[in-house]
């Protein structure tokens, strides 16, 4: 879960969870309004870098706001892989108002609003 504890934007930075290291490729991330009250932002890290989740929960609260973002930096293909390779499971959900929705391809961003 994210906590935002450490430079509250970076996926790599262990402080920002709320166990203290970033998820790994067995990992099920929620991204919500638990620990952190207010809109925010989560930086995958820039390089040729995969991350690599099994399932991604985005859900933020009524009139919050959680942004993914994928550095134009990273040059990884893909930069975000999400799933546990079943076909019965949601791997990436985004609940609460309107859809998960991406920017243009320059930004390479995902958001989800409550």
Do not use: E, F
């Not at 207010?38 to 099994?54: D, M, Q």
């Amino acid at each position: 879960m994210w906590s935002g504890l450490g430079d509250g934007t970076s996926w790599t930075d262990g402080d920002n969870w709320d166990r203290q290291t970033p998820p790994t490729a067995t990992s099920d991330v929620l991204l919500d309004n638990t620990l952190v009250g207010a809109n925010y932002l989560v930086t995958l890290p820039s390089g040729a870098t995969t991350v690599t989740v099994n399932h991604l929960l985005v859900t933020p609260t009524t009139g919050s706001t959680i942004t993914v973002v994928l550095p134009l930096a990273n040059t990884a293909n893909p930069g975000l892989r999400i799933g546990d390779n079943l076909p019965s499971s949601d791997d990436l959900v985004a609940r609460r108002g309107k859809p998960c929705s991406a920017t243009s391809p320059a930004r390479r961003s995902a958001t989800a609003s409550g």
